[in-house]
């Protein structure tokens, strides 16, 4: 195309001709840039055109951040950065001086009984000194004022008697939501991790609601990929399928297919899968590039696998 001008500027050359020749130019460029793009498009390897081999990424399966409820003081961060922890160990612990002296306060108020013990002795009392002037009713000794009397001290001593017992209950919730108060003052593990970061340091105060530690679970590892529509049809959860890491000094492992989201990103023409690869040694990391490589299944589907995001 860059030669159009000197082809159509040549001596000897009429214009009408001139406009002829230029067209023919014109047509000869389009044809043969059209030839150049077709034999780049037949050069192109298959594997990039309708190709089932997906890259995606490695992910942790779970990650957590444990954070105190309210104001507090860290005493001490028993899981190391770097570290592993197991399901329902202490990892960071909080003090809680202050707070078990109110859950020992509750705990107390929550088992004794002399409250509505007192209070059943004194409907005991009213109730004896009703019937006693209700004997006498009707005598010189015992006036109709003394009887209303005695009629609403019984109904107050008897709903005394029930305010003492609800009172008691109340208290028993108390003492349950202080315990429970004093237990997050004890920042455990919500499952089998590693440590990634501390957020707070021993001796640091942190306020309600503010992170300590950052856990992440690595076994299983989870893979997030993006496949083209025209795959949509053909996977299903519990599938196994390879995943190999793009660098070759980690080793390829069996993936079985967790999630397949049926709700496709429009702009993209994408939707995303999830696989699930175990790495009870360790050796892979979050975030290692992987290829999956959809053509066959790596094995039969697995029987207990459910469509469903974590």
Known sequence: IWMIPMLTNQRGVGPRKERVHTRRVYRYAVLGAALVIFSVAAAEPAATRGSRVIVGMTTAFETATLASVQPARIASIAAPEGGTVRRGEIVAQLDERAQRARTEMAKSNAETGLKVEYARVRWERAKRDLERLQKLH?????????????????????????????????????????????????????????????????????NELEGVVTLAQLDPLKVVLDCPMEMAATLSAGERYWVRPVEARFPARVGTVMFVN?????????????????????????????????SEPAAPPAKSAAVGDR
Do not use: C
């Not at 107050?156 to 003492?175: K, T």
């Not at 202080?178 to 707070?200: C, I, N, Q, S, W």
């Not at 429009?266 to 590039?289: C, H, I, Y």
């Open 262 to 294: 049926r709700a496709a990103d429009g702009g993209s023409q994408t939707f995303r899968v999830k696989l699930t690869v175990e790495n009870g040694d360790g050796v892979w990391p979050a975030g290692l590039k992987v290829s999956v490589d959809f």
């Open 138 to 206: 009707g005598s010189e000794f015992a006036s109709t004022k003394e009887m209303s009397d005695a009629i609403a001290d019984e109904q107050i001593s008897r709903v005394e008697y029930d305010l003492a017992h609800f009172n008691q209950a109340q208290a028993v919730l108390e003492y349950e939501r202080e315990a429970a108060m004093l237990g997050e003052f004890r920042l455990r593990a919500p499952f089998d991790g590693y440590v990634t970061a501390h957020l707070k340091h021993s001796g640091e105060s942190v």
